[in-house]
């Protein structure tokens, strides 16, 4: 179905090939998950498929791509459309209408289908991702889960034989990515729909793939089954480094062939004692908030507090209040009812500058923060509004992600990358309050272990709070010291991280569901029981 004929691929302006000689085949009615480290190309090897690159891109290609026996490079993408549905990393930048139902449509609209069979494809796509209280809802007033899944329907109903997504369950909770991968793997199974699938959360999607495209990050690539990737990747679920960890010699890719492996070892490791975080003076007070949008409450008589020195993370279910709830605690929008506090002072009184220094928050899109034509030109800028030495900036962002050029423009970073470019800005001006929403989009593994010690770092040393809305329940397991859980716009638990995950089955970390019932979150949790085990012996 797909074919990659020593393929290469160079950027304008660029030092580095993309791709390097790259050939593989693709099958009709195949899952294949392509991994790399963040900016190692998986995007652009994505928009290969469909033409984007080089088409509108730009770049030199060499080698030859032929999709259902047609070349990329005679045709161009809108002669795909038909064949290939994308879905992007940020799916709101593909949206063409206002409405949930009118951007099902619009697809088939321009194909010119007739309305009794788009009457019924869009029935049949509200049903199949649960898009049906959705459909009359603004594309803005969504979440930014919500908003993935119409992106994904938007997709579907098009009955392509090709599906390519990039990224597509990094804006969903647990339960909505499974039920999305689900539904894809049933696609690929019953229609023999071919699916591509670029994606960092692998402890999601590994399950579902029949083989992987390890993208090296120097050219390079590798194409096997995911046995034999996760043999010797470093990027990999925190499931595979678990069974390094315990020393297994046949890793086992599911939490089921894990628990059979580790049923001795579960009886016989110690438990290990957890200490207790110390928080500190009260940051943030919250009293009888409400939030509504029109008809529609966003959150509903919600009161928390939050204390120097801890790390909260806010989940629950997409749609459930979480970007609201970060939102009217920085200040950026004035409860219906209610009021927020932050060190003393109402939240929506700060001026620009001030609401600068007392908090540095990062939106669900990061680019909202960047507003110039290159890296080095944000960097500067941001040096000189928070007033730091000169190239602050720019060093905080190296540490993070190391492979930033100063002259690319941040509208060609990949997702992860434009999210640890506008971290490093909000950090360089040392505010006494982190806010982040969604953290880890586009992150790989290490990075977001850099993410980890960063925000760890800025907790502990300096004793400020730091608040992630997040559904990456891993990033919570090794970071967080509490769990505020919406559900509706209200508090459903409050309570430590370990408390709050362990009690819920959706929510649980990978490492978590293998050693149960040890009440232990993390591969490190892990090790630190090996450890004393030893210790003892």
Known sequence: MITFSNVSLIYPNSTKTILEDLSFTISEGELVLVIGSTGSGKSSLLRLINGLVPHHTGGILAGDITVDGQSTQLVKPGGFAHLIGIVGQNPINGFVTDKVEDELVFGMEALNLSPDIMRKRVEEVLDLLGLVHLRQRSLATLSGGEQQRVAIGSALVMHPKILVLDEPTSA???????????????????????????????ERVIGFADRILYIEGNGSATIDSPEIIMKNSVIAPPIVHL??????????????????????LRQTLPDIERTQHQSGALAIKAENVEISYGRYPAIKNLSCRIFDGEVVAVMGRNGAGKSSLLSVLVGLTEPTSGSVEVRGAPAHSFKAAQRREKIGFIPQEP???????????????????????SGTTYALLTRLVQTIGEDVHPRDLSEGQRL?????IVLSGDPSILVLDEPTRGLDYQSKAILINTLRNFSRELSRPV????????????????????????????????????????????????????PWLSVS????ALSSQRAES
């Open 420 to 424: 640890a470019l506008a971290l490093s």
């Open 172 to 202: 969903l909770d647990p339960i909505a990515a499974e039920e999305v991968l689900s539904i894809l793997h049933r696609l690929v199974h019953d229609l023999s729909l071919t699916v591509v699938i670029a994606e960092h959360k692998l």
């Open 467 to 518: 608040i992630i809305a997040t559904h990456d329940v891993e990033l919570v397991a090794e970071l967080a010291d509490r769990v505020i859980f919406l559900a509706d716009g209200e508090i459903v638990a409050d309570g430590s991280t370990l408390d709050v995950l362990l009690s819920s089955p959706a929510f649980a970390p990978q490492v978590s569901k293998v050693m149960s019932p040890k």
């Open 367 to 389: 680019s909202d923060l960047l507003y110039h034509q290159s890296v080095a030109k944000e960097c500067q800028q941001a040096d000189r509004d928070n007033g730091v030495e």
């Open 525 to 528: 949790d892990v090790i630190a």
């Open 243 to 264: 069974a390094r960890a315990l020393g297994l010699s046949d890793i086992g890719l599911s939490v089921r062939d894990l628990r059979r492996k580790t049923t001795e």
